[in-house]
């Protein structure tokens, strides 16, 4: 079938853990006859949740895309996780599409990450549209989580679907737009498919009030509806759901629908819905991408020069790497050539293939607005730009958040070493959001993860797709040293073993800098006392002595160390006579200098609810913060700025999300250092004593 970008919607699921997205999109592929049968969460046989981390915890813990044609049109469905953890993944899919589906819990309502999902959509621009699922669930109330949606998300919420019966008795739905209700039976086995009739009888009243405040605040927006509505004009489906359309394009109008993934019922309607209000990928703004020193837009044309995003990087291990793309603009063909601006480097597209979920079947032409799938491409990585020769051009993707967890990890066995360094990095191109240090003042290595989950699925996939077996451990905090008050001392190195012996003394003295000032080294020797050619000894030797560790076993920094004289031998004297006197003058002068153990402090910004900022007070006191201030966030968040030693951050992401809910957000950097609380000294000095 040949496409164009008017015949695509690309649509995203998005919302909180457990509100039923991945069952939704389980339903709607079989709904449209992409899969033979609906898969279960429960048993881990759905499409989209194809990862073993996935099926263990019935958890989506990456994005995943599902496409399925309605009616001529292809919609590609992008399941994005729900669990705070894979937030990125969530954002990602908002950048890639046209239509936001914020899928919301009937049972459960507006929730932490629902919330999340409607903020990134709102900051992308995005067209949204709310489904309110799991209908056929006990304790499901349509109208309070309606409440809820108006509620968190104001006046532009439009219900254009109620539904018929409730709990158990969910059976069907009823359109506003039409004045008719699909019916379904429960009993002749997915997919089903409704059947179009009259309102019942119980339901006329309200649905009659419901479709006159809908008619009232689809036509505001246009004038000549406007009108012909005050002349008490019928306006028809069609021109409603026009009008509806141009409402969601442009931001103003959020309709909701009802539904239930599990039972099918409102399903197919929803599938349908999705055609005629989500907008096509050439009827949305040109992209604003980088162009050298200048910036460029790139429209939706299939005629255009190609230019494909990469978004996701998949490693499986029979097809190897596989780029997952969207084209921005042009028309694709296998074996076309084209040039990473990043890597500089020419590849080669051999295969284009469509993939549901980890399925993949190759394709003959893929046109701009669509996902393709390429394998085997050896210089791109996760956010690189494909773009003919000689185009300079490059698409950023969102930035993921800062990494809310550290977590050390070391391999459980030399072969494990060998391995670990190259398996993380190409970890690290499936997943934007993990990043790797090697820290080697400390000699570890560090994982920057979004959670505890987000870590324990990263170290199974290590596990699983490599064979690297690692250990957890504690984070090392970088503490330092520094003095408090001046202090003197020589030291002397003097070694006789027959032959030319070693021989050298300096005086130092050592004075504090100013916090974050480093290290100054000065000579005033005179005389000739030291000869010049052993003065750069004298200073490598203290430089070394600094970063070997002071009194409490850390490395010494914020001090200024003069060298004002010495004495020498005319034939036992070296440069290594004076690096170790160098060395020995330092560590006595210290010892006198009024040792101070220096503790990193991070700069915190946290984002609450105004009504939980009482809680995250108490909280950072009991981490020793010093509150800076606070401040509005709008959509009554408050921000709270302080200061808090690193050290008290360690497990901050997960503590935060159990205070609020899931609710809070934060960013953290390193500051400052400060001193250690003399009581706290003991429990973090490396030295006896």
């Not at 605040?217 to 069609?238: F, K, N, P, Q």
Request: hydrophobic residues 40%; glycine residues 10%; negative net charge.
């Amino acid at each position: 079938m040949t496409l164009s970008p008017s015949s695509i919607r690309n649509v995203a699921l998005v919302g909180h853990h457990g509100a039923g997205k991945t069952t939704l999109a389980e339903a709607l592929l079989a709904s449209a006859g992409a899969i033979a049968r609906q898969g279960s969460v429960e048993r881990g046989t759905t499409v989209c949740d194809f990862e073993p981390e996935e099926a263990s915890r019935q958890l989506s813990v990456s994005l995943a895309i599902a496409p399925f044609n309605v009616g001529g049109v292809k919609v590609n469905l992008l399941d994005a996780p729900g669990y705070a953890d894979f937030a990125a993944d969530m954002v990602a899919a908002l950048a890639l599409c046209d239509l936001a589906v914020v899928v919301v819990s009937a049972t459960d309502g507006v929730q932490a990450q629902t919330e999340d999902a409607w903020r990134a959509a709102t900051a992308l621009g995005l067209p949204r549209v709310v489904v309110i699922d799991k209908l056929d669930r006990e304790r499901a109330d349509f109208d309070r989580v309606l409440a809820e949606v108006r509620g968190a998300f104001g006046a532009g919420v439009a219900p254009v679907e109620l539904p018929v019966g409730s709990e158990a008795g969910f059976r069907g739905v009823i359109d506003l737009l039409d004045d008719t209700a699909t019916l379904y039976d429960l009993g002749s086995g997915p997919p089903i498919r409704g059947i179009k009739g009259p309102i019942p009888d119980e339901l006329v009243n309200t649905e009659h009030e419901v479709h006159e405040q809908l008619v009232e605040g689809i036509v505001v927006g246009d004038d000549d509806l406007m009108a012909r509505y005050l002349d008490s004009e019928t306006i028809g489906r069609d021109e409603l759901e026009s009008s509806l359309a141009g409402g969601v394009a442009a931001g103003s109008v959020f309709p909701v629908l009802c539904c239930s993934g599990a039972t099918g019922v409102g399903v197919d309607r929803l599938a349908t819905l999705l055609v005629e209000l989500g907008p096509a990928p050439d009827q949305r703004p040109p992209i604003i991408v980088d162009a050298g020193d200048t910036t460029t837009e790139v429209r939706c044309d299939p005629a255009a020069p190609p230019l494909l995003r990469v978004f996701k990087t998949l490693s499986d291990s029979h097809a190897g790497k596989i780029s997952l793309c969207k084209v921005l603009s042009g028309t694709l063909r296998p074996d076309v050539v084209l040039t990473n601006p990043r890597s500089r480097s020419d590849e080669r597209l051999h295969v284009l293939e469509t993939l549901r979920g980890h399925e993949a079947t190759p394709v003959a032409e893929v046109v701009a607005g669509d996902f393709v799938g390429v394998p085997r491409l050896s210089a791109t990585r996760t956010g690189d730009t494909l773009a003919p020769k000689g185009t300079p051009v490059l698409v950023k993707l969102p930035e993921p958040e800062p990494a809310a967890l550290l977590a050390a990890v070391r391999p459980a066995s030399r072969a494990d070493d060998d391995k670990l360094m190259s398996a993380l990095q190409r970890l690290c191109e499936e997943d934007p959001a993990l990043n790797v240090t090697r820290v080697d003042e400390t000699h570890q290595t560090v994982l920057g993860v979004a959670g505890e989950v987000h870590l324990a699925v990263t170290i199974e996939r290590l596990n699983r797709k490599f064979g690297v077996h690692v250990e957890r451990e504690d984070v090392l905090i970088a503490y330092r040293e520094t003095v408090s008050k001046t202090a003197a001392a020589e030291g002397k190195h003097k070694k006789q073993s027959g032959g030319h012996g070693q021989f050298g003394v300096c005086h130092v003295r050592i004075e504090p800098l100013g916090r974050g000032k480093g290290f100054e080294f000065h000579d005033e020797v005179v005389g000739g006392a030291i000869p010049r050619q052993y003065i750069p000894a004298v200073e490598k030797g203290i430089r070394e002595a600094m970063a070997g560790g002071g009194a409490f076993g850390y490395p010494v920094e914020d001090v200024a160390v003069t060298v004002d004289d010495g004495k020498y031998h005319s034939v036992d004297s070296s440069e290594l006579s004076f690096k170790m006197a160098g060395a020995l003058a330092f560590r006595e002068a210290l010892a006198n200098a009024g040792p101070v153990l220096l503790e990193p402090i991070s700069r915190l910004e946290v984002t609450v609810p105004a009504d939980l900022q009482g809680d995250v007070l108490g909280d950072l006191h009991s981490r020793r913060a010093r509150i800076q201030g606070t401040d509005s966030g709008g959509d009554g968040a408050q921000i709270v700025a302080a200061y808090v030693p690193t050290a008290e951050l360690a497990r901050y992401a997960v503590d935060l999300r159990a205070i609020t809910g899931g609710r809070g957000r934060f960013r953290t950097e390193h500051d400052h250092y400060d001193p250690v609380p003399e009581h706290l000294v003991s429990a973090i000095s490396r030295t006896p004593g």
